[in-house]
């Protein structure tokens, strides 16, 4: 599990031992933004109405900071071992958005909760054919 910024940081080297990468978004969402799921609920609507956010980066991968860390570590873990086998644990992978995101970042498999799974085939499909498309 890559749950860390750490982690994605130092991919290359994990990948030396590791055969697969399951990124876990939550616990990488709540550290490289240093604020608890828990508690983002006291604050997500003030941040929201200012345009610091906008939506939830629980809901919904944020593709700057988070989605930066897991795109360099598929790219420095790939590097180290191109046949390793990359996916998400977490609730992002129902998210149809952060599964398009995803798919352009070259991962493999997403996680989801068993009643998201039909919402994440569906867009995991038409992310895979998009790509495919846009070849």
């Known amino acids: 599990m890559i749950e860390v910024p750490r982690g994605a940081v ?4 994990i990948a030396v031992e590791a ?10 969402t709540q550290l490289t933004f240093g604020f ?3 508690d983002i609920g ?9 345009k610091i956010l906008d939506k939830d980066p629980f809901a919904s991968i944020d593709t700057v900071g988070v989605g930066a860390l897991v795109t360099m570590g598929v790219r420095k873990g790939r ?4 046949n390793l086998k990359i996916g998400i644990c977490g609730e992002h992978g129902g998210d149809p958005s952060s599964i398009h995101f995803f798919e352009s970042a070259g991962l493999d498999y997403v996680s989801a ?3 998201r799974i039909p ?3 569906l867009a995991a499909a038409q992310a895979a054919l998009q790509v495919k498309v846009g070849d």
């Open 42 to 50: 006291k604050f997500l609507g003030a941040y929201q109405d200012r």
């Open 36 to 38: 608890s799921r828990d």
């Open 19 to 28: 055969q697969f990468f399951s990124f876990g978004t939550n616990d990488l």
């Open 10 to 13: 130092t991919a290359d080297e």
């Open 119 to 121: 919402v994440a085939r």
């Open 113 to 115: 909760s068993p009643y």
């Open 79 to 82: 590097a180290a071992r191109p």
